[in-house]
């Protein structure tokens, strides 16, 4: 007895204890678990900042649309069984469907079971619907319970399609971005937010995206609200906003005439060849375009074609125009060209194989003659390391490189050699470099690497390539890394040959080309280019400023300078210039540049790709001497750079250095001149035939109070908006189309 006693007592003792712990030491906790057993937290989603392009023009903001969501508790609560439920889902989905949103009752069923949404949570199951479906679904509370049409935040890209590499999109978070995100502490994710995809969406999300908010409200023990505990509210906070180098004027520019031009390139047909071998046709998949500002390295537009509309992102992207744009078969409209795409540089490449000959003494050494003393260009170049003979240029196969279509040329030295694209000048110069050891090997590909090609220039962008310049040390290693992808391993004269007019294994981004240029242009300075210019906070402050980031300084002689400059500007001026007729006639699609106000130094490319149409390529520096734009050009398969690529150039040049770059329309305005565009074409057809006698036949559109209203100015106004029909029909003709009917009105 004694010792069930001792027992007893020590048990009553240690129950005393642990009520004296619960009640005394833990009283605040255990009221804290108690207040969370009868409270439930509602996330308030913050809105993300917006974006800016250089001049302050909004390109992406937010706006308030009408979603309709369901409760899953109101559902449960509403005790209908599972067949009255599936009717309910089913009206739904009709009514839904005939506001012009596509929605399935497997749709519903399946977002409804999304183990991300709580209970209590209104969750959305079609966004940016009409207002008529709030008042359909706010008389019926009892026939669809749960269900409300409420106003929610979405993405708005004001310009649709317009620089859309660039801005990027956003969609709901993924596990996977959960796993590996490290977001700002107060900015957490949960498995229904928005993330940034792609562009600049993705790589300022920490800045871009706000701090969301929370509502409280109690519940009884069935799970029913009580009521909104007001003091526990807390507001969510916006994102900060993102200033752009961007002129979206200029980027609408860009892509207009990028667009043109791969149209133009695909109606050409290409010129059969020597031997008479079935020409390959231009598809013209696509192409990229940028201009950077070789001051300070500050990209003013992007372009990539084709292209898509991140509107349709509001909502997410259903699976099948998921892989429609994703599609190779589609020409990958969300594939950023100018720095993903890697392309063969082509002619574009000679001024750094002349930095490379120039500074490492190569003028004036063996084959290689000196930069200022001419030489015929026979249009073929026979390998001085060649072991075949040379009587026999048949029998040589490799051993012989031509000019493009054999083309000889006179009197050829390094300024001549870049305004006729002497290739045979450059052939001479690959190989001495490489079997003359006075000269180091790679003297190529390292001053092509110093201006910053073979690698990311850092542009605050993601998913940057880093394109390739080939040695033989990288062949080499490539060959022992996995040589059955890569059987040869050995470097030979030809492979110099190749690498000195930017074909064989050269590949740069567009964007890689462009900075490239621009440091030459400057003089030798090699930015980070900025494609991004500060942050701020909705309160105007400054957080984060980007200016000039240099990476390196590279040693470009003066007299070096001045020669390339030289020959770069004949390309433009000299008759015989590769890009003369693009600069000096609209009748190539060209344009009559200001040459004489604004000098142009600028390069033709051509790069061959086996089994497809050659790549047109353009770079281009204006005013020659201290350019303040330097412009990079490349379509796929388009055909040569002076028949494609260069007319484009000049086409946007003309205009920027003239000051009529024309506003960009945002999707509002956008409407607005589709809708004008019949009556404008009324119009110049009215205008361009017999005025006099047609005079009487016109009258100033009396349309309905909604309708677009057509003045004899040649003013359409639509929704309050005025539409200027001469440039309407500026935009919508091609220079040559416009040649044609002056000509024939003349």
């Not at 399935?104 to 209970?119: A, F, H, M, Q, R």
Request: aromatic share 8%.
């Amino acid at each position: 007895m004694r010792v069930l006693a001792v027992v007893a007592l020590s048990m009553f003792l240690a129950l005393t204890a642990r009520l004296w712990y619960l009640q005394a030491l833990k009283s605040d906790e255990a009221k804290d678990v108690a207040t969370t057993n009868i409270t439930r937290v509602i996330n308030i989603e913050a809105p993300r900042g917006q974006i800016y392009d250089d001049y302050g023009k909004l390109l992406v903001g937010n706006r308030i649309v009408a979603s309709v969501t369901i409760n899953p508790k109101e559902i449960e609560e509403s005790e209908m069984n599972s067949q009255e439920i599936n009717e309910m889902l089913t009206e739904i989905a009709i009514e839904i469907n005939r506001s012009g949103k596509l929605l399935k009752v497997t749709d519903i069923e399946k977002i409804l079971k999304d183990s991300s949404y709580g209970p209590y949570d209104d969750i959305p199951i079609a966004v940016d619907v009409p207002e008529d479906l709030l008042v359909y679904f706010g008389e019926r509370p009892n026939r669809y319970p749960g269900v409300k049409v409420a106003d929610r935040s979405v993405r708005s890209y004001l310009y649709g399609s317009l620089a859309s590499h660039v801005l990027g999109w956003v969609g709901p978070v993924t596990n996977s971005e959960l796993s590996i995100r490290k977001p700002v502490e107060g900015k957490e994710y949960s498995l229904r937010d928005q993330i940034g995809k792609s562009g600049i969406e993705l790589m300022f999300e920490d800045d871009l995206r706000g701090q969301n908010g929370k509502k409280v409200v109690e519940v009884d023990r069935r799970g029913r609200v009580i009521r909104e505990r007001t003091d526990l509210f807390k507001p969510p906070i916006a994102g900060n906003d993102v200033h752009l180098t961007i002129d979206i004027d200029l980027q609408s520019l860009v892509e207009n005439e990028l667009e043109r031009s791969i149209y133009l390139a695909r109606e050409k047909i290409p010129e059969a060849s020597e031997d008479n071998e079935e020409p390959l046709p231009f598809v013209a998949p696509g192409g990229s375009s940028l201009i950077i500002s070789p001051k300070d390295g500050e990209v003013k537009a992007m372009a990539s074609f084709p292209t898509y509309d991140p509107n349709e992102s509001i909502g997410g992207y259903s699976l099948s125009r998921w892989a429609e744009l994703n599609d190779p078969a589609n020409d990958l409209p969300m594939f950023n060209r100018s720095i993903q795409g890697e392309y063969a540089p082509g002619s574009t490449f000679k001024v750094f194989t002349a930095h490379a000959a120039w500074h490492e003494d190569v003028f004036g050494t063996g084959r290689v003659k000196e930069a200022d003393e001419p030489i015929d260009d026979p249009g073929e170049y026979f390998l001085q390391s060649c072991r075949a003979d040379a009587e026999d240029l048949e029998t040589a196969g490799g051993c012989v490189f031509r000019n493009a279509g054999s083309k000889p040329y006179e009197n050829v030295d390094l300024i001549r050699s870049l305004t006729v694209s002497s290739d045979v000048y450059y052939y001479t110069i690959g190989e001495s470099i490489y079997i003359n050891p006075k000269h180091p090997e790679n003297a190529i590909q390292d001053a092509a690497g110093s201006y910053g090609l073979g690698m990311q220039t850092g542009i605050q962008l993601p998913f940057e390539q880093d394109g390739y310049i080939p040695t033989p040390q990288k062949r080499k290693q490539r060959h022992e890394d996995n040589p059955q992808i890569f059987p040869n391993g050995r470097w030979y004269p030809g492979d110099n040959v190749n690498i000195s007019v930017g074909q064989g294994d050269v590949l740069v981004t567009p964007l890689q080309l462009a900075n490239a240029y621009a440091t030459f242009a400057n003089g030798g300075t090699n930015f980070a280019p900025n494609i991004v210019s500060s942050v701020f906070d909705r309160d105007g402050e400054m957080l984060k400023e980007f200016g000039k980031r240099v990476k390196k300084e590279i040693e470009i002689d003066s007299d070096f300078r001045n020669r390339t400059i030289r020959g770069l500007v004949g390309v433009t001026e000299d008759v015989e210039g590769t890009a003369y007729w693009a600069f000096n006639s609209v009748a190539t699609d060209g344009a009559f540049f200001p040459i004489e106000n604004f000098p142009i130094a600028a390069k033709t490319g051509t790069a061959e790709v086996r089994g497809k149409a050659d790549s047109s390529l353009f770079a281009a520096m204006t005013p020659a001497q201290d350019p303040d734009y330097v412009m990079v050009a490349i379509l796929e398969e388009a055909g040569f750079g002076s028949a494609v690529a260069a007319p484009m150039t000049a086409r946007v040049l003309e205009k920027v250095v003239e000051d009529r770059v024309p506003e960009a329309l945002t999707t509002e305005n956008r409407y607005a001149v589709s809708v004008s565009l019949p009556l404008c074409i009324d119009w110049y057809i009215w205008r361009e035939s017999d005025s006099l006698k047609n005079l009487e036949s016109f009258s100033e559109s009396e349309t309905e109070i909604f309708g677009p209203a057509l003045s004899p100015d040649g003013t359409v106004r639509v929704r309050g908006i005025e539409i200027n029909c001469e440039q309407v029909i500026e935009a919508l003709l091609s220079p040559v189309d416009q040649l044609s009917i002056f000509s024939n009105m003349e």
